[in-house]
């Protein structure tokens, strides 16, 4: 069965840092694209970074650029998001998705970050 399991979030403060990880299981990891979403209170799922099959290119929308940084392990099947300086706009649930190169995308549970004092 296909799962990617994530882990990492929880409470921050502005300024700090968190690392979330997914790590998968049951599918072809390797292949697979790989991205980052959140849902913003009130708000629908969005996209804000992906890395390619190879790792080699990378993609974030522009109000994470130079803060967060995705990468991912594929000997440990594993995705990452390091999020630095953390800002209060960025409190959401956050989602990790693979998308296989044959066959359904693979999402995570969820997990929440809140940035708060």
């Known amino acids: 069965q296909a799962q990617f399991v994530q882990s990492g979030g929880g409470l921050v403060q502005p300024g700090g840092s968190l690392r979330l990880a997914c790590s998968a299981s049951?599918?072809?990891?390797?292949?697979?694209?790989l991205s980052w979403h959140r849902q913003l209170p009130g708000k629908a799922r969005a996209v804000v970074a992906f890395i390619t099959r190879n790792g080699t290119k990378t993609e974030y929308i522009t109000a994470l650029k130079g803060r967060f940084t995705i990468s991912r392990d594929d000997a440990k099947s594993t995705l990452y998001l390091q999020m630095n300086n953390v800002l209060p706009e960025d409190t959401a649930v956050y989602y990790c998705?693979?998308?296989?190169?044959?066959?359904?995308?693979?999402w995570g549970q969820g997990i929440q970050v809140t940035v708060s004092s």
């Open positions: 998705k693979a998308s296989q190169a044959a066959g359904p995308d693979i």
């Open positions: 049951g599918f072809s990891f390797s292949t697979s694209v």
